[in-house]
């Protein structure tokens, strides 16, 4: 069976779409080495397997089941009992000559029934029709019906829509069952020699009839046709065109307003023919599909200046002609005096420019292969553009071999009425270079499936409130775009977008569309230049789950709680992490991490509070135990170890060296150093040998004599330093000596004993050695506290210990 392409009903759609299926499964199924059911969304196909009767095993789930091109005879009591939500039906193409009435007892819910091509003989007998009340689509052509009588169960069929029937005879009354039934198609399929009686058409009341004719042309019949349906389609005519043109052009008033060719085979002058005579009639529309062209002029062909006729369709035509001048075939249509011209899904490469200022106000050239020149002629070296369609508001050429957007904006310049601009699945791109000339009015522009980028901003209408982009190359709206203060909705679906859009151009935007960009982790603070967005649809992104898309989730959560002014589009199902692999496919909504991790303030006073708390308790703790002292008595006392081992002096130079140190102390010091430093460094403990002058100085030989002896028999030189010692000039004399006699042993052959804090100020100016060795040397500091009194003994004596030559007490008295 035949479909129109003009049908308006969507079950129309639903069978050929449902054919195709069939179709596909039906080859599919010949292949198969052995009987088998294939199950796909509860579809049985059991179509081309040698049945001779209906399966017993058929599922209770089965909503559509494809029996079609098998050997069935029968459909019996039961057949069907197990398949109590079966939709669809079709046993066409069997040998099917009986139906019991109780076959479809079962099936309450069946919608589509197909029982063409079989060998039912009489549609006065079809009593099974009493169980499918809900049928919406029934088809009986191509059996071994001789009338087309109807039996009294169709008239239960209200909620029928489609009902196609065959047969060679029709008469008054035949219909008169179904006169109450409201259909949407009535198909005739007229087999053999017609025999029609006219009237017999009247008790149908559908609003659309198809007509495939098969034989000579039936005049009488479409009388009626003309006379009792809005719309009437004519199927697989190749002859009789002259008469339809006749019985058109003998009719002052045809109740019929759209009629159609389908898959037609014609000549051009018995075309011409045919539209010149329907533009003079009140048929409102005329559609063409599917037709096979032959005898194209070679010349202009005459076009009428005036119609009743509104709207042209001509869609997939078929040119049998080599040699023809294209310029004339062109002319024939863009000329026409109708208001919506529609040529579709036809390989023509050009159309020329209305002579006069044209009436159409839509255009429709989609799916043909339109180039750059479209409109216009070139006159010498001068292309002279199109002025004669100033009344198109509409105008489609999607899917065309459009290549350049500015040379299109120059095309149309002149179309001051153009509102809607279909420019979709092109070859458009556009240089960047100005010059694009829109015209103002243009409010809707599709610009879908080209390869355009972000340059497209700056080769816009200004007033387009309406403005689709997908599936381009774009892969950025910045601030410097071109302002386009009316858009409300802009559709950048399947592009190369790598953040969110700025606003600042697009004050009114209202709707945005970014699916399945390049979206990794959107900035939401760009959102906030959108002010009047109320719906985003940014889903089927390649969304990194980290901190810094957790702006844009809570903004989808609190969408999902009601709170957001804006709309999300599939929130949260089309939203899913595919980084990092661990949350790879999670939703958005269910994507967690906390909040410290990301507030880079509230981690670093996570961070700093307690690290802020555990130094005031070791600094507290420190200051209590007063372990800074202890440190650096450790650290005094590693270093002196550290010094001793590497400047461990050569043997000859400790030639003469007696003592480990010489000590150097105001007599009112005295206490001290005999109480306390000369037991601690002599004892056994200790095992040093000191030199001091209540012991070492030799009596009746000069002071100075014997402080420079004493020096130069010491390893090391110890001053203890106080109040007193800076009051005292001997002892500045032995630290004089002493800063000169041991230049030679390095810097760590003097050590400073702090008895008690002597402040700079206190010291006099010409005690400069001394000024300058507190300064420069680091001073043990003699502490009151009896725990840490072991600490500073052991950092003493390991500043002061050496490996003295080995002396004999005589020696060392002498």
């Known amino acids: ?23 596909i499964f039906c080859a599919a199924a010949m292949l198969m080495p052995q009987l088998s059911v294939s199950y796909l969304r509860n579809y049985i196909d059991l179509s081309s397997r040698n049945l001779s009767s209906v399966p017993g095993d058929l599922p209770k789930e089965a909503e559509y089941i494809d029996l079609s ?23 066409s193409g069997n040998c099917l000559d009986s139906i019991h009435p109780e076959t479809f007892l079962h099936t309450p819910l069946l919608e589509d029934l197909d029982l063409s091509h079989n060998e039912l003989k009489d549609l006065m007998d079809q009593p099974y029709l009493q169980h499918t009340e809900n049928l919406v689509a029934l088809n009986l052509a191509h059996n071994k019906f001789l009338t087309m009588t109807l039996a009294r169960e169709f008239g239960s069929l209200v909620k029928l829509q489609r009902l196609t029937l065959g047969g060679s005879t029709i008469s008054v009354g035949d219909f008169r069952n179904i006169a109450d039934v409201e259909l949407r198609v009535m198909s005739l399929f007229l087999e053999g020699v017609l025999v029609y009686e006219p009237g017999s ?13 098969n034989n000579k042309f039936p005049h009488d019949l479409m009388e009626d046709a003309l006379s009792f349906f809005p719309e009437v389609e004519l199927l697989e005519l190749s002859r009789g065109y002259q008469e339809l043109s006749k019985q058109l052009s003998q009719r002052s008033e045809i109740y019929t307003s759209c009629l159609y060719l389908t898959h037609i085979s014609i000549n051009w002058p018995d075309f011409t023919q045919y539209v010149h005579v329907a533009l003079n009639t009140t048929v409102t529309h005329l559609g063409v599909s599917g037709v096979t062209m032959y005898r194209l002029p070679q010349n202009a062909t005459p076009v009428a200046e005036t119609s009743r006729v509104k709207s042209l369709t001509f869609r997939r035509a078929v040119v049998r002609s080599f040699l023809f001048s294209q310029e004339a075939v062109y002319n024939f249509f863009i000329n026409m005096p109708v208001e919506n011209l529609a040529l579709t899904e036809t390989s023509i490469i050009h159309m020329t420019c209305p002579k006069s200022e044209s009436p159409i106000t839509q255009l429709n050239f989609s799916y043909c292969s339109m180039t750059d020149t479209i409109f216009s002629r070139v006159e010498g070296l001068i292309t002279v553009e199109c002025k004669t369609l100033g009344n198109v508001r509409t105008l489609a050429l999607a899917g065309n071999n459009l290549k350049s957007l500015k040379s299109l904006s120059i095309r149309m310049q002149y179309m001051k009425s153009l509102q809607d601009l279909d420019l979709s699945l092109n070859l458009l791109v556009y240089d960047g270079q100005k010059g694009c000339v829109w015209p103002q009015n243009i409010s809707s522009m599709s610009l879908s499936s080209n390869g355009l980028t972000d340059s497209v901003f700056q080769c816009l209408p200004e007033n387009v409130e309406r403005l689709d982009l997908q599936n381009n190359q774009i892969s950025a709206v910045s601030s410097s775009t071109l302002g386009l203060v009316r858009l409300w909705y802009l559709n950048l679906n399947a592009n190369k977008l790598l953040d969110l859009p700025v606003c600042h151009n697009f004050p009114l935007l209202q709707e945005l569309l970014l699916k399945s960009n390049s979206l990794h982790t959107p900035s939401v603070d760009r959102l906030k230049s959108c002010r009047s967005l109320k719906t985003l649809d940014a889903s089927s992104n390649p969304f990194t789950c980290t901190c ?20 999300f589009l599939q929130w949260p199902h089309g939203y899913y992490c595919s980084y990092p692999e661990a949350v790879r496919d999670s939703n958005l909504n269910n994507f967690w991490i906390p909040e410290i991790s990301c507030n880079s ?3 670093a006073a996570a961070i700093l ?22 440190l650096g008595m450790i650290w005094q006392w590693m270093q002196a170890k550290h010094r001793a081992r590497q400047r461990q002096p050569r043997p000859e130079v400790l030639l003469g060296i007696e003592f ?17 430093l000369l037991p601690n460094l002599e004892s056994p403990a200790g095992g040093l040998r000191i030199c001091h002058h209540g012991k070492n100085f030799v009596p009746g030989k000069p002071i100075i004599n014997n402080i420079m002896t004493c020096v130069e028999k010491s390893r090391r030189c110890v001053f203890v330093l106080s109040a ?25 052959s003097v050590v400073l004993v702090l008895l008690e804090p002597v402040p700079q100020y206190l010291i006099p100016s010409k005690y400069y050695q001394l000024k300058f060795m507190m300064a420069r040397h680091t001073y043990l500091e003699w502490p009151q506290d009896r725990a840490k009194q072991r600490l500073f003994w052991a950092n003493l004596r390991a500043a002061l210990q050496a490996d003295l030559p080995h002396l004999t007490v005589t020696e060392i008295e002498e």
């Not at 058409?201 to 004719?213: C, E, S, T």
């Not at 810094?548 to 709170?563: A, P, R, V, Y």
């Not at 009112?668 to 150093?673: L, Q, R």
């Open 201 to 213: 058409l009247q008790d149908v009341y559908a609003r659309r009839l198809q007509v495939k004719f």
């Open 69 to 91: 091109l098998n050997h069935i005879r029968q459909l019996k009591r039961g057949d069907f009992r197990n398949t109590p939500i079966l939709r669809f039906l079709n046993i």
């Open 548 to 567: 810094d898309l957790i702006g844009f989730i809570q903004l989808g959560l609190k969408f999902e709680k009601g709170g957001a002014a804006v709309t």
């Open 724 to 748: 007193h010692f800076v009051k005292s000039d001997w002892c500045h004399y032995e630290l004089y000596f002493t800063s000169h006699q041991h230049l030679a042993l390095g810097s760590d």
């Open 660 to 676: 480990h140190a010489f000590v150097s102390y105001s007599q009112k010091d005295a206490a001290w150093v005999f109480d306390h």
């Open 1 to 23: 069976m035949t479909m129109s392409q003009n049908s308006f009903c969507p079950l129309v759609l639903f069978r050929l779409m449902m054919g195709s299926t069939i179709a």
């Open 609 to 630: 509070c307690p690290a802020v708390v555990v130094m005031t308790v070791v600094l507290t703790l420190c200051r209590h135990f007063d372990i800074p002292w202890y």
């Open 601 to 603: 303030y509230l981690l």
